[in-house]
């Protein structure tokens, strides 16, 4: 029988490399001892905090193109976890060692072919992904270094702030409609949070990328860098926001994105059920056979 996504985490969590140590009264991560670095990494993702400023760089390494899979998801959602934990993990960035892009989004297999529960579980993952980060405490930024279409821009957009590295061949935007999927209520509402609701209609409608310009035009990324100054920025723009005071901080957060967290959480079954219903027609199997056929031809 395949196992829940709880249970996949708390195995996945038991078997961690990273221990958890009672301190206080509270669970919080292990460091090295007289080590001012808590670095961990495993094939997909590789950390590294920083526990004197307080801040972890998440590194995704998922060859080739950072797809987010069901367990890549898995892993995420663990790494996010354990890291809100950590009350010495004040700020997090996110971004990749993949070339040229930062994540290419839901991986497309495993909505192509799968049964309605496994697609159920995928979809499961991907709402905790992002419950865990437009949701969290610490402060998040997006250091995008590459291109980052449909999910990964829906990644990028949980963050507090986002900095994109200004070269014209990378792109961003929700472009699921250009593969026959509609976006959610929860990915559109979190654009609308971000940008307005004239541009997301225009952009889901179309299924628009945006090049960095005109996405910092937008403002669907707040600030470009050049390419190889992506995470030195990030890490600037990160000491002026653990700056603030973190209560006043972090409750004001709560307040801009309690009601869509919430829209979320009250209907996570129904949202769950919509999605196999739709993705597992045949109409939209096919549409997603003829956009990976279209793939192939590309790399051919």
Known sequence: QKLTFSLKIAISSSLSKIHLNVSHGRLCASSTSFSQRNNSSSANLKVDH?????VAVM?????????????????????????????GCRGLIITSSQPKVFSAGLDILEMYGKSPERCGEFWKAVQEMWLKLYGSNMVTIAAINGSSPAGGCLMSITCDYRIMADNPRYSIGLNETMLGIVAPFWFKETMVNTVGHRNTEISLELGLLYKPAEALNIGLVDQLVPEDQVLSAATQTMTKWLAIPEHARQITKSMMRKSTIEKLRSNREADIQNFVNFITKESIQKSLRMYMEMLKQKKA
């Open 59 to 87: 590194h995704m390494q998922s060859p080739p193109v950072n797809s987010l899979s069901l367990d890549f998801l898995t892993e995420i959602c663990i790494t996010l976890e354990k890291l809100e934990m950590d009350k």
């Open 50 to 54: 920083d526990q004197t400023t307080g």
